[in-house]
């Protein structure tokens, strides 16, 4: 029994959505893919930054305990220490701008 022409059509359709889907995907599993290596990798960087915390932890930690200095009095050296730095480069940048201090 032959086919007809609608049934031709139906079937050209059908493998032509198919084929749209199957490449779509294709293109999913690939985008997956990329994901998981790049979480991957994500996942590799953050136990390597996990594991320098827990180490400048550690040596937070034994400095602490060397130094008689309260949580207050590190504050205090750090605000310094920018307040510091912040006029550094001020005056580098002045006087490579040639400004002249009269």
């Known amino acids: 029994m032959p086919k007809g022409k609608k049934f031709h059509a139906a079937e050209k359709h059908f493998a032509n959505e198919q084929a749209r889907l199957w490449k779509r995907i294709k ?12 979480n991957q990798r994500l ?12 180490a400048f932890a550690a040596e937070n930690k034994v400095l602490r305990q060397m130094t008689p200095l309260s ?3 590190v504050k205090e ?3 310094r220490a920018r307040s510091m730095n912040m006029v550094t480069s001020l ?12």
């Open 27 to 38: 293109g999913l599993e690939d985008h997956i893919f990329v994901l998981e290596h790049e």
């Open 43 to 54: 996942r590799n960087e953050l136990s390597q930054l996990q594991e320098k915390n827990n």
């Open 71 to 73: 949580n207050d009095d």
């Open 77 to 79: 050296l750090v605000q």
């Open 91 to 102: 005056l580098k940048r002045s006087f490579t701008m040639g400004v002249t201090c009269e």
